[in-house]
T-cell receptor, first 116, second 113 residues
Framework: AQSVAQPEDQVNVAEGNPLTVKCTYS??????LFWYVQYPNRGLQFLLK??????LVKGSYGFEAEFNKSQTSFHLKKPSALVSDSALYFC??????????????FGTGTLLAVQP | DAEITQSPRHKITETGRQVTLACHQT?????MFWYRQDLGHGLRLIHY???????NKGEVSDGYSVSRSNTEDLPLTLESAASSQTSVYFC????????????FGPGTRLTVT
């Protein structure tokens, strides 16, 4: 069965420091992986996705993610955190249950808190 | 600009009542999804649709139903609301295909008393 794990409920980082939000996945075959961000009282916003090709994917707001097939990971990174990056981050994997579908399986989310 | 809207944004209802949450998108997307968000569970899929007259059950579909009579709308109905259905509900849509991202509405906070 497909699944996504976000091992940290919360990540704390000082403004200006690099940040990493971890995600590991379990799927059969090639994965399609996504990161979303949710600001308070808002819906989820798409950040970036990995479909194929370069293992380093660049997305919105200066975020990037590194796909590592051997470690089945897709960690979200940013070189220099901003207070405004404080939000809830979700990793997701496309469900491969047959056919041309794009159902997503979401992790439980990681709260990123950036201190000034 | 294209968008996806949900109404109402907040709803309080009593146990046993039927409730319908609206979702409307102007992206002209074929795919639409309903999720609920609960602390510790992330987002869980309730129902989804890949086009008009198509509906499918997600992982937590018991007590919910949807219908798709046009491309733009996918209303979610709680047949007989229960306190366990108190949650935040999100609608999403995407283009057809394997790898397109989903666009989310602002959410509806539902409280069942």
């Amino acid at each position: 069965a497909q699944s996504v794990a976000q091992p940290e409920d919360q990540v704390n980082v000082a403004e200006g420091n690099p940040l990493t939000v971890k995600c590991t996945y379990s799927v059969s075959g090639n994965p399609y992986l996504f990161w979303y961000v949710q600001y308070p009282n808002r819906g989820l916003q798409f950040l970036l996705k990995y479909i194929t090709g370069d293992n380093l994917v660049k997305g919105s707001y200066g975020f990037e993610a590194e796909f590592n097939k051997s470690q089945t990971s897709f960690h979200l990174k940013k070189p220099s955190a901003l207070v405004s990056d404080s939000a809830l981050y979700f990793c997701a994997v496309r469900s491969r249950d047959g056919g041309a579908t794009n159902k997503l399986i979401f992790g439980t989310g990681t709260l990123l808190a950036v201190q000034p | 600009d294209a968008e996806i809207t949900q109404s109402p944004r907040h709803k309080i209802t009593e146990t046993g009542r039927q409730v319908t949450l609206a979702c409307h998108q102007t992206w002209n997307h074929n795919n639409m999804f309903w999720y609920r968000q609960d602390l510790g569970h992330g987002l869980r899929l309730i129902h989804y649709s890949y086009g008009v007259q198509d509906t499918n059950k997600g992982e937590v579909s018991d007590g919910y139903s949807v219908s798709r009579s046009n491309t733009e709308d996918l209303p979610l109905t709680l047949e007989s609301a229960a306190s366990s259905q108190t949650s935040v509900y999100f609608c999403a849509s995407s283009e057809a295909g394997n790898f397109y991202e989903q666009y989310f509405g602002p959410g509806t906070r539902l409280t069942v008393t």
